[in-house]
């Protein structure tokens, strides 16, 4: 994956470091975890935000090979 830099506003990069610290992400992991679920809520203006997280949270699962097939029965 290739990186730009961009401008952005002090106070977003600073609130970006509390967040980031408390949730074990850096300044820019933070941002870019903000940025996906804007885009997402953006594209999907009917779907709650704990939707959206779970749904991150799936597919992070997936990628890593955590999931377990589900039994209808």
Sequence with gaps: MSSNSIRLDQELIEQAAIMGKALNRTKPKQIEHW???GKIMEDNP???YEFVKQAIIAQAEREAGKLEAYDFD
């Design 46 to 48: 009917d779907l709650h």
């Design 35 to 37: 940025a996906k679920i």
